[in-house]
């Protein structure tokens, strides 16, 4: 007899974590599973990519898409949203509307995804963002629940306790990744377990055939960053680490950003204000940016924080070296076998990725071991592991 799994997370926009969730959606065996996929905002950019076989429910807030009835509280919910404004008081009287009201809204929205899926019982619920914790809990029907962890920083704002009560096991996506989160939470250390993140081969070699809508420049040493701009995937340092080289002579090379987000005005802002435009260029969010990654000569990942980066497995699997920072890659990464690992600072990335770019024997080194992985096998583990808790 078939279980019934349901998957809740926030959105389908482009992104590491909903990659990782659409790369395991494809890997999942549906003659053992009914699967259901929820999401609670209509951002659908990746769901083209979801089986069809797996069902997928969108609880808007805003739009009636799924459910029969529509959310009557949309506008306290939007109340409650971070202020664009920068006014001193602006942003109190939003945390007093928080203090006041979040709590509030949060509970009327879990109850309304109870009553819409109130006829559907699952054996296991995969809470899969950690944003989305109370509305899986308190709304979905599930004999067992297990919570994924995909964050490198240890912040309360990435900790829930609905999540971390309710669930079975917490998944982290690296080992490294769940000593930090048995450390931070030791209350449900027993719980916390490692399993990596599946990464989908064979659509990554196939859609990195693909036309980009740029041509990288030949005569020139093309780097590829990819990821979305904010504050912990660290693309302010590869800015500041464009600088330095351009400062050291080094002029010969083109730095393509791959991905947006809350930060890509001040991105932008800072490669004007550095003088770098020449060297590095914004080209927005990409829904594939395979093309890219393959084309070029060097994957930088300058993340403050990570979890298991699905940038760098996808930069091993079409056979692209990689510099990245230990806060992105440590676990990922062998230095100076396959691929070099630096400091989180600009200076330290700036040096890694002069080492390849001087270092002949070590580029064809790390070039090389890049092809020699075994991912399929890697995938098999990984879903023997996740059959085990399911």
Request: glycine letters at 4%.
């Given at each position: ?66 459910f029969k009835e529509p959310y009557k509280y949309s506008r306290l919910f939007h109340l409650l949203e971070k202020p ?173 950003v791959v991905g947006g987000g809350p930060v890509e005005k001040e991105i932008a802002s800072q490669i004007k204000k ?102 399929q096998k890697q995938n098999d583990e990984i879903l023997d592991n996740l059959y085990k808790i399911f």
């Amino acid at each position: 007899m078939k279980k019934n799994i349901i998957f809740i997370s926030t959105a389908l926009w482009i992104g590491g974590i909903e990659s990782a969730l659409v790369n395991l959606l494809n890997r999942i065996d549906y003659n053992k599973y009914n699967v259901t996929c929820l999401i609670t905002y209509n951002y659908t950019d990746m769901a083209h990519r979801i089986p069809k076989e797996c069902n997928l429910i969108v609880a808007d807030r805003d739009k009636l898409i799924s459910f029969k009835e529509p959310y009557k509280y949309s506008r306290l919910f939007h109340l409650l949203e971070k202020p664009q404004s920068n006014s001193s008081l602006r942003l109190l009287i939003w945390k007093v509307l928080c203090f006041l009201f979040k709590g509030i809204e949060a509970h009327l929205y879990a109850g309304y995804v109870k009553k819409q899926m109130a006829e559907t019982e699952f054996d296991t619920a995969i809470i899969y963002s950690d944003a989305v914790c109370e509305t899986a809990v308190k709304g979905i029907n599930a004999d067992k629940y297990i919570m994924y962890y995909h964050h490198g920083a240890m912040r309360k704002i990435y900790h829930d306790k609905y999540g971390y009560k309710k669930s079975e096991k917490i998944v982290a996506v690296s080992q490294s990744q769940a000593d930090a989160l048995k450390a931070f939470r030791p209350k449900y250390k027993n719980k916390i377990i490692a399993i990596n993140n599946i990464i989908d081969v064979d659509d990554i070699k196939r859609r990195s055939k693909e036309k980009a809508d740029i041509e990288f420049t030949k005569d020139k040493f093309n780097i590829v960053s990819c990821g979305r701009l904010s504050p912990e995937k660290g693309m302010d340092l590869a800015v500041e680490a464009c600088k330095i080289l351009i400062d050291k002579g080094y002029t010969d090379f083109k730095w393509w950003v791959v991905g947006g987000g809350p930060v890509e005005k001040e991105i932008a802002s800072q490669i004007k204000k550095l003088g770098v435009g020449n060297h590095i260029e914004l080209l927005g969010m990409k829904s594939n940016p395979y093309p890219y990654i393959a084309k070029s000569d060097l994957l930088v990942q300058p993340s403050r924080f990570e979890g298991h980066s699905v940038a760098i497995m996808e930069a091993k699997i079409l056979e692209t070296p990689i510099v990245a920072t230990k806060a992105a890659a440590k676990e990922q990464i062998q230095h100076r076998v396959n691929g070099v690992l630096c400091d989180t600072d600009a200076d330290s990335i700036a040096q890694a990725i002069e080492k390849v770019l001087t270092n002949k024997e070590l580029f064809k080194r790390i070039t090389d071991a890049v092809s020699k992985e075994d991912f399929q096998k890697q995938n098999d583990e990984i879903l023997d592991n996740l059959y085990k808790i399911f």
